[in-house]
T-cell receptor, first 113, second 110 residues
Framework: EADIYQTPRYLVIGTGKKITLECSQT?????MYWYQQDPGMELHLIHY???????EKGDLSSESTVSRIRTEHFPLTLESARPSHTSQYLC????????????FGSGTQLSVL | GEDVEQSLFLSVREGDSSVINCTYT??????LYWYKQEPGAGLQLLTY?????DMKQDQRLTVLLNKKDKHLSLRIADTQTGDSAIYFC??????????FGSGTKLNVKP
């Protein structure tokens, strides 16, 4: 069973608010990822990290930012949320020494009113 | 990026077998995966296969890999209503990103 946790599970906020989506893993994985997914649709990679102090933008442009100060923690921040940010955000991690498996958190469903 | 393609929908009756298909373009793919996603949840790793294998069986799940045609399939035997979900195919190689298909929505009718 994957040990990767996301909070909050659901979030409803007003336009213009600053929010941080939390993601933590206890598997010691060096690689972490954020995907954005609309309901029933494909996944879009928006950010990834190969280790502490390493962050990269993904394939889909996003107004969010990420940080990786600790191996186990990879939070995603939106400085000013807009309705177009309404989506599900999925965090994942993998071990670069094998790159065999990608484990996902349960996701954060964000609704911006 | 690499292309991974799947059909969008599959509908079967309870008790029948389901076969979900996937094609990919990267001939250097090392690992190929099947993930299951239930509504409002994250992706759950179901099974995976190394590129040097042709087949892998795990209880009701059978994965077939045709490396020549770059074709991966997932067969679910005795499909149950609890198998209704979206199934994603994915591939990667050491040091590379994971590439996902757009998902196949499996509907199991009682």
């Amino acid at each position: 069973e994957a040990d990767i946790y996301q909070t909050p599970r659901y979030l409803v906020i007003g336009t213009g608010k600053k929010i941080t989506l939390e993601c933590s893993q206890t598997m010691g994985h060096d690689k972490m990822y954020w995907y954005q997914q609309d309901p029933g649709m494909e996944l879009h990679l928006i950010h990834y990290s190969y280790g502490v102090n390493s962050t990269e933008k993904g394939d889909l442009s996003s107004e969010s930012t990420v940080s990786r100060i600790r191996t186990e923690h990879f939070p995603l921040t939106l400085e000013s949320a807009r309705p177009s940010h309404t989506s599900q955000y999925l965090c994942a991690s993998s071990d670069s020494t094998t790159n065999e498996k990608l484990f996902f958190g349960s996701g954060t469903q964000l609704s911006v009113l | 990026g690499e292309d991974v393609e799947q059909s969008l929908f599959l509908s079967v009756r309870e008790g029948d077998s389901s076969v979900i298909n996937c094609t990919y373009t990267d001939s250097s793919s090392t690992y190929l995966y099947w993930y299951k996603q239930e509504p409002g949840a994250g992706l759950q790793l179901l099974t995976y296969i190394f590129s040097n294998m042709d087949m892998k069986q795990d209880q009701r799940l059978t994965v077939l890999l045709n490396k020549k045609d770059k074709h991966l399939s997932l067969r679910i035997a005795d499909t149950q209503t609890g198998d209704s979900a979206i199934y994603f195919c994915a591939e990667t190689s050491p040091g590379d990103k994971f590439y996902f298909g757009s998902g196949t929505k499996l509907n199991v009718k009682p």
